[in-house]
């Protein structure tokens, strides 16, 4: 997982991206996750999902996403 370069993620990103609107909500967020090899409880993703949305819009932008990516690397 922090193997994955930051084209590779944004790869990730823009595929779990279903309504292709630049952003993920938790499902696709979820998604996501389970795809890049982490096998969290729903508590755990709700938790990450929350600290990762940091303007509290229910949904995970690219920007925040990659904030967050930089901070497990």
Do not use: C, H, P
């Not at 998604?31 to 969290?40: H, K, P, R, V």
Request: net charge negative; proline share 0%.
């Amino acid at each position: 997982m922090s193997d994955l370069d930051y084209e590779e993620v944004l790869t990730y990103f823009s595929n779990f991206d279903s309504r292709k609107n630049g952003s993920l909500d938790f499902t696709e967020f979820s998604e996501l996750i389970s795809a890049i090899g982490f096998n969290l409880s729903d508590k755990q993703l709700r938790e990450g999902f929350d600290k990762i949305d940091t303007d509290n819009n229910n949904e995970i932008d690219l920007d925040e996403f990659m904030a967050w990516w930089g901070e497990k690397k």
